[in-house]
T-cell receptor, first 112, second 113 residues
Framework: DVKVTQSSRYLVKRTGEKVFLECVQD?????MFWYRQDPGLGLRLIYF???????EKGDIPEGYSVSREKKERFSLILESASTNQTSMYLC???????????FGSGTRLTVV | QQQVKQSPQSLIVQKGGISIINCAYE??????FPWYQQFPGKGPALLIA?????SEKKEGRFTISFNKSAKQFSLHIMDSQPGDSATYFC????????????FGKGTKLTVNP
């Protein structure tokens, strides 16, 4: 069974902390994505990556960065967490030319 | 231009009824329209998808209707069941561009027994 695994289901962090959200896929997918999900706002794209060491900004990249050193792993970094980054974060992956995303189960981040 | 507008925000249907969720888009370059289903505590999962060369696609109780001239598409769930209770997202993409999807804001469906 193919999988996208997000390392934490729940995280609580303090304002100003540097936060790492990890995502690993075992399907050898080229494309990986980070979305945040907020009630009434749907899924909004933060960053995506088409290949190792490659990244592109999505619709709401401010306050975030990403790292993709290996094909299977895509990390989302909150350089200095703020309370408005409290949200559900979803990682997804897909192979080239395929628009059927496989999502992880999400990480619910609370910044206090 | 990049938006996908989804309605209603929430929907309550009786068991056995028909659930209908609507989406509209502006970008005429969009050419792939999937629907995702999300249960509480889970990530969204691809449910069904359509390309604009057909007006309807059916998979079991789930049907996508597509109206290219109106730039609208909808999901119909026939004989709705309590197990269909979930949040549904429509999305769109320009396959000539990237594998990036633009999502609607979601519809929370509740099917009462």
């Amino acid at each position: 069974d193919v999988k996208v695994t997000q390392s934490s289901r729940y995280l609580v962090k303090r304002t100003g902390e540097k936060v790492f959200l990890e995502c690993v896929q075992d399907m050898d997918h080229e494309n990986m994505f980070w979305y945040r999900q907020d009630p009434g706002l749907g899924l909004r794209l933060i960053y995506f990556s088409y290949d190792v060491k490659m990244k592109e900004k999505g619709d709401i990249p401010e306050g975030y960065s990403v790292s993709r050193e290996k094909k299977e792993r895509f990390s989302l970094i909150l350089e200095s967490a703020s309370t408005n980054q409290t949200s559900m974060y979803l990682c997804a992956s897909t192979t080239q030319g395929n628009y059927g995303y496989t999502f992880g189960s999400g990480t619910r981040l609370t910044v206090v | 231009q990049q938006q996908v507008k989804q309605s209603p925000q929430s929907l309550i249907v009786q068991k056995g009824g028909i659930s209908i969720i609507n989406c509209a888009y502006e970008n005429t370059a969009f050419d792939y329209f999937p629907w995702y289903q999300q249960f509480p505590g889970k990530g969204p999962a691809l449910l069904i998808a359509i390309r604009p060369d057909v007006s309807e696609k059916k998979e079991g109780r789930f049907t996508i209707s597509f109206n290219k001239s109106a730039k609208q598409f909808s999901l119909h769930i026939m004989d709705s069941q309590p197990g269909d209770s979930a949040t549904y997202f429509c999305a769109a993409s320009n396959q000539g561009g990237s594998e990036k999807l633009v999502f609607g804001k979601g519809t929370k469906l509740t099917v009462n027994p």
